[in-house]
């Protein structure tokens, strides 16, 4: 049974950097579009950035291009998600999940737990 893992959370002061990273076992995710979610106390999810299987395009929230990027090792079975100049309002927790397509991911079956990004001084 196929599950994705993240990883790269923690705390980092405004300006930082971090780099996430979602693992999958179970199944290959050259064939999936994965993306990344994030969840603030009282908030909805949103969608943070996505990035195709079919032909490795990318997508971003507003919010966060240019200093975002999306990247994916299929020899590793990872996907990354960099993250540079961050601001507090980046705090969350942070899913990836794999899909058909963008588009119709938060109906996916395969999500990951979440990893911590709190952006504090």
């Known amino acids: 049974q196929g599950q994705l893992v993240e990883s790269g959370g923690g705390l980092v002061q405004p300006g930082g950097s971090l780099r996430l990273s979602c693992a999958a076992s179970?199944?290959?995710?050259?064939?999936?579009?994965i993306g990344w979610f994030r969840q603030a106390p009282g908030k909805e999810r949103e969608g943070v950035s996505c990035i195709s299987s079919s032909d490795g395009s990318t997508y971003y929230l507003d919010s966060v291009k240019g200093r975002f990027t999306i990247s994916r090792d299929n020899a590793k079975n990872t996907v990354y998600l960099q993250m540079n100049s961050l601001k507090p309002e980046d705090t969350a927790v942070y899913y990836c999940?794999?899909?058909?397509?963008?588009?119709?991911?938060?109906?996916?079956?395969?999500w990951g737990q979440g990893t911590q990004v709190t952006v504090s001084s």
């Open positions: 179970g199944f290959t995710l050259d064939y999936y579009s």
């Open positions: 999940a794999a899909g058909v397509r963008c588009t119709a991911l938060r109906g996916s079956r395969y």
